[in-house]
């Protein structure tokens, strides 16, 4: 019988979601950063609104994402950005968030009340509430888990998807890419002000977070799409340090990576520089005719190699 | 420094909530079932619904809700179960779910495909949608959790809190208490329909669910009541070869836990035997003038000796 490890986590979602029924008023289920739900399919709830809701939950373990001498705050703020990123990711902001921690009886009183200071401090920097959530014990020796849930919302015409991008269009990152582990996956900036300001003004086609590095959901992204891609790895925007395969491979970087047509792009960087000035958006590759390759390096949660 | 098992989920909960801000669209937010957000806050939707959502998430822990050798999709149906009791304990209905599996890397696939199919049998069933998810790895030898988090929805006038409790109010539990562990905690019912009916059709002054044991949670809503509370340990519903502290302290019975005036009980318990002959609806104690005791036994996460 076949462990996880050998199939991995992207086939393992195949799996289990081919079974699942969309709702009715869900207009996009599992599979893109968050499920998009329309209120106007729900009872008593205008058909009029302007937006739609966002759902998202998102997971951290110890020993996996943080490490247990990690600072507790720290660990928080990450646990929150990364649900904001996936709002980002979609051109929406956040609304209310529901925490969840698993953690063992032994774990110090203060170490939890950091924790959630840190939850505290990226929520209400970004705008999100915490409205709820539950605590339960983990048994001695195991690791814990914080698993954050929330809403959030985005104007119906500026909602982005994995699935939008076509042939010909050239494939963006914000920021640089590479060496997170160093830090930056403790402290990053959920890409919520770029987001919007981009889905505001430009036809973005397709956008999700990078959390896996560049070289395994970029595929992704291009085969929801339909298309298979090429990336320039002397274009990648890379941090200090880092070389192009750490940029491609290494993960957790949280830029968003997205998609436009080429009659659009310059005017993007151009107002993006101007802007974001201390930001880069940079061109990395192109959506092409084809299907996509099976996903090569980055990060993957079940198999032992990575 | 002191440990979680030192001072108990309750106390750990109340000084992390503490701090919390309270978003203009919370209604009710942390330290009941679910928290009740009004939409009609949020631009673009009518402030005219007639519903409020309701955002619960939960998690259960191998080890610590289920064991390594409980069928998967019994573990399934339970993580979905305990959302949907939570949605029924403020007299609503589910909506859409997210699912957050965090598994160690050499857990067999099947295993997975299980858990999911018990997921969304007890979904499918009481008309939950799940919409999305996220799967993670713990280090090999850490316990799995998996998390359920969701939305629901209640009708305005049939929103029950746990601080809406009376003195005077009578006490009633559905069902019957004590011996979940021999196998309810696996398969019971949450109390939807139950819930649904009482609320629209006789004035339930506070509820929540059962899960930690009466003997813990009957003194949390009395507390958030702002009332002191009675029980009549005879007048217990005990399931089969169980005692009243069974009834009392074993926990996990998903029944539902509500008080009505004095006025209101005969004719509910009249009404209910009609609509729900083969479960009983029983009077166990009454809400009376003072401020709460401390809760003894009962289920508490965090101590070393329940």
Sequence with gaps: MKQLSEIGEDALIEQLIKDLDQGDDVLVGPGDDCAVVDLGAVSGLGAGADVYQLLKTDAIVEGVHYLPDTPAAEVGWKAVARVLSDFAAMGGCPGNLLVTIALAPDQEVCYVQ??????????DLYGAVICGGETSSVPHGSAAVISVAGTGWVKKNQLVRRSGGQVGDLVLVTGKLGGSIQGKHLSFTPRLEEAKWMTENFAIRSMMDLSDGLARDLPRLAKASGCDFVI?????????G??????????????LLLTVSPQVVSRLLESWSAQFSALPLTVVGELIEGQVRGAQGGWEHFTETS
């Design 114 to 123: 950091e924790l959630y200071r840190g939850l505290k401090k990226c929520a």
């Design 232 to 240: 320039d790895e002397a274009s990648l925007p890379c941090n200090q």
């Design 242 to 255: 880092c070389d192009a395969a750490q940029a491609m491979n290494d993960g957790e970087d949280y830029e």
